[in-house]
């Protein structure tokens, strides 16, 4: 299984990004896919997911800014990211996990750093 995420980079508060998250080695369609992101100094939290189905959950500090899709044909997931915050400067990550109740213990990709800053 392989994670490889893109389109971090450097922003401005109020900014917007797109990160990438192209899959392999999964069976990209069957599996829910979530975003997670770790700051400096702190856990890892989850940021979103999306279901094989198409359903969505954002954590609180996020909801009505990010936005999380799937492209089965091309099995990547998305997260569009509006109105960036300086809080939002992280390392972020996806990982598969079950619909029902995900683990999100396949190995970690390297992620793509986020830096929200003036």
């Known amino acids: 299984v392989q994670f490889v995420e893109s389109g971090g980079g450097l922003v401005q508060p109020g900014g917007s990004l797109r990160l990438s998250c192209a899959t392999s080695?999964?069976?990209?369609?069957?599996?829910?896919m979530g975003w997670f992101r770790q700051a400096p100094g702190k856990q890892r939290e989850m940021v979103a997911f999306i279901t094989s189905g198409g359903l969505t959950n954002y954590v609180e500090s996020v909801k009505g800014r990010f936005t999380i899709s799937r492209d089965n044909e091309q099995n990547t997931v998305y997260l569009q990211m509006n109105s960036l915050k300086v809080e939002d400067t992280a390392v972020y990550f996806c990982n598969a996990g079950d619909n029902l109740r995900p683990r999100w213990d396949f190995p970690w990709g390297q992620g793509t750093q986020v830096t929200v800053s003036s």
């Open positions: 080695g999964i069976a990209f369609k069957i599996y829910a």
